[in-house]
């Protein structure tokens, strides 16, 4: 937020040093603006228009910004429905939606679109501006040299008041050069003073794609699996309704805690599981099995796996299972009675995502190797 304040302050604080320039040498202003009234009016009000502009976008960015991190803290209900990043807000409405890497790239393609058409706005005021210093220019050379013409045609030396003639017929063609002067002046100043306003503008655009391109690099990075996968796999060794929808709400209850679901496995081949990731090295394999020996046996094989190849490394793993059934599982296994539990229990101890770039790069290539490591122990020892 310092950051979209600070270009708001600095158009604030130029605008007012504009503001008071012309207050103390209105004077001079005024005989500039009156030398030719309709096209130097134009122009100023061309400025103004164009620095009006430039505020109201500037102010309509900060109900979006304010949304892109409400909605990415976790409060989705902020109240704005953002009209910039609508293409954002629309596609993810749904916090168990997933999306992968190439929709992200078009969903941040559509905001640069929309970005570019509002920096398209102020950059044809800029130049409209500098047209118009130019138009005047010509216009006054023309107003010159056609009052020349006009007083060399109308030169008679043998005019006692020749000199007299001379100097009132004069005034046109000076007339002309003061316009010509006068709007290109006008029109560059004001083409400066817009071009200025729309730099700081597309700065605190840029702040606002940079940043969402962050947040949805990170949501991205929490939901790289699906529910796609998870039918796969159901298809490739069939289960019951009602253990494909028990599976489905474990992964949703993953996803919902902001764990990255990394994979999903079949212990001895058979048994659906499927294993999660989070900060700080933690690992859970959640599954629907109560069998006690062969979830025992699972935690040994992988306890011994990440004991070779990880060192300095501890994993803190724990095996979830969820089944109605009443019974010992042993150490390291936590049960629960129904996925609702599951959920409220992983929503009592919500994953904390790495906030910096290089914190999230690390998190990923961690929580890959992990999901690599289970894939190939299982897939090896089925």
């Excluded at 109308?154 to 006068?182: C, K, R, V, W």
């Excluded at 840029?206 to 690099?217: A, G, P, R, V």
């Excluded at 499927?274 to 599954?287: C, N, P, R, W, Y």
Aim: aromatic share 10%; hydrophobic share 45%.
């Amino acid at each position: 937020m310092k950051r979209f304040h600070r270009n708001l302050n600095i158009m604030s604080i130029f605008t007012a040093v504009l503001l008071a320039f012309a207050v103390v040498f209105w004077q001079t202003v005024f005989n500039i603006a009156i030398t030719n009234i309709i096209l130097n009016g134009i122009i100023i009000g061309t400025t103004l228009f164009g620095i009006g502009l430039c505020f109201l976008s500037m102010f309509g960015l900060l109900p979006e910004y304010k949304w892109l991190h409400a909605y990415f803290a976790g409060r989705a209900d902020y109240g704005y429905t953002p009209k910039l990043l609508r293409p954002i807000s629309m596609a993810l409405h749904n916090r168990h939606i997933h999306i992968t890497t190439n929709t992200m790239s078009e969903l941040l393609d559509l905001v640069s679109i929309r970005i570019e058409d509002k920096r398209d706005s102020v950059r044809y005021i800029t130049n409209t501006l500098i047209f118009l210093g130019l138009l005047g220019t010509f216009w006054g050379l023309i107003v010159t040299v056609g009052g020349f013409a006009e007083l060399l045609m109308a030169i008679d030396f043998d005019d006692p008041e020749l000199l007299q003639n001379m100097q009132i017929a004069m005034a046109g063609p000076l007339s002309g050069m003061a316009t010509a002067f006068t709007s290109s002046l006008l029109g560059l100043a004001g083409s400066l003073v817009v071009g200025f306003l729309g730099l700081q503008l597309q700065f605190a655009q840029n702040t606002i794609f940079q940043e969402l391109t962050d947040f949805m690099s990170q949501y991205v990075l929490q939901n790289p699996t699906n529910n796609i996968n998870i039918a796969k796999v159901a298809e490739s060794a069939p289960v019951s309704a009602d253990t494909f929808t028990k599976i489905s709400q474990i992964h949703d209850a993953f996803i919902d805690a902001k764990y990255v679901v990394r994979d999903l496995i079949r212990i001895d081949g058979k048994y659906p599981a499927l294993v999660a990731i989070g900060s700080g090295e933690k690992m859970f394999i959640a599954t629907l099995n109560n069998d006690a020996d062969v979830l025992q046996n699972v935690l040994k094989r992988i306890e011994l796996c990440f004991a070779d190849t990880l060192e300095g490394v501890n994993i803190n793993l724990k095996i979830i299972c969820v089944s109605g059934k009443n019974i010992d599982l042993g150490d390291g296994i936590t049960r629960f009675n129904n996925t609702n539990a599951l959920h409220q229990y992983l929503m009592a101890h919500p994953n904390t995502l790495p906030k910096t770039k290089k914190d999230r790069q690390l998190f990923d290539a961690y929580s890959r190797y992990i999901g690599t490591a289970i894939d190939y122990l299982f897939k090896t020892n089925n």
